[in-house]
């Protein structure tokens, strides 16, 4: 494999909505704990329980326990409102928009993109992710930069730049400093 690869991709060819799934399926992955459902279903559980107990505690009316509970879904309705609302404006972000280079070399990833250029070293990345789509570049646990499908030859050249990275970043790891205390 060549010493630089390069790519031209648009940020909206990988659905955003895919994309953060497939991020969040990876975080999940890596956590090695209760997944965020689990401890969700715990803690709901928990509040609910907690919530009927302080309520036929002070001698309220079931109706003010429904209320309570009719309140709580509310808010969680509110929460998955504003999820979904910030998923519209990421992908509506002038970021996203248009044509971005992308130069991978032994250093790290250099996004060129109308407005904008940067390069992150592979000591600062979080890997790398294949999926359906394509493939998506982890520059932290929440953010990515994808390469669409259709810029590679096949799957199994998704698989071999996939595995250049991640010898890439295994070798800067390997070369990097220790913090200091």
């Known amino acids: 494999m060549?010493?630089?690869l390069e790519f031209y991709s648009r940020f909206d060819a990988i659905d955003i909505n895919y994309a953060l799934r497939a991020l969040s399926a990876e975080r999940r992955r890596r956590a090695d704990g209760w997944g965020r459902q689990v401890r969700t279903t715990i803690l709901v559980a928990a509040f609910v329980s907690i919530s009927a107990i302080v309520a036929f505690a002070s001698d309220a009316s079931m109706w003010t326990f429904l209320s309570f509970m009719l309140l709580m879904a509310a808010g969680l309705l509110v929460i998955r409102?504003?999820?979904?609302?910030?998923?519209?404006?990421?992908?509506?972000s002038r970021m996203r928009e248009g044509v971005a280079r992308i130069v991978l070399s032994p250093l790290g990833m250099r996004i060129t993109h109308p407005g904008y250029e940067v390069l992150i070293s592979w000591s600062?990345?979080?890997?790398?992710?294949?999926?359906?789509?394509g493939l998506l570049l982890l520059i932290d646990a929440y953010d990515y930069c994808p390469i669409e499908k259709s810029a590679f030859n096949s799957d199994a050249h998704i698989k071999e730049v996939a595995a250049q990275i991640e010898?890439?970043?295994?070798?800067?790891?390997a070369d990097a400093p220790l913090p200091d205390a």
């Open 2 to 4: 060549s010493t630089n």
């Open 124 to 133: 600062h990345m979080e890997g790398v992710l294949v999926i359906d789509q």
């Open 167 to 173: 010898a890439w970043r295994n070798a800067t790891q």
């Open 81 to 92: 409102h504003s999820r979904n609302s910030h998923i519209k404006s990421l992908s509506r």
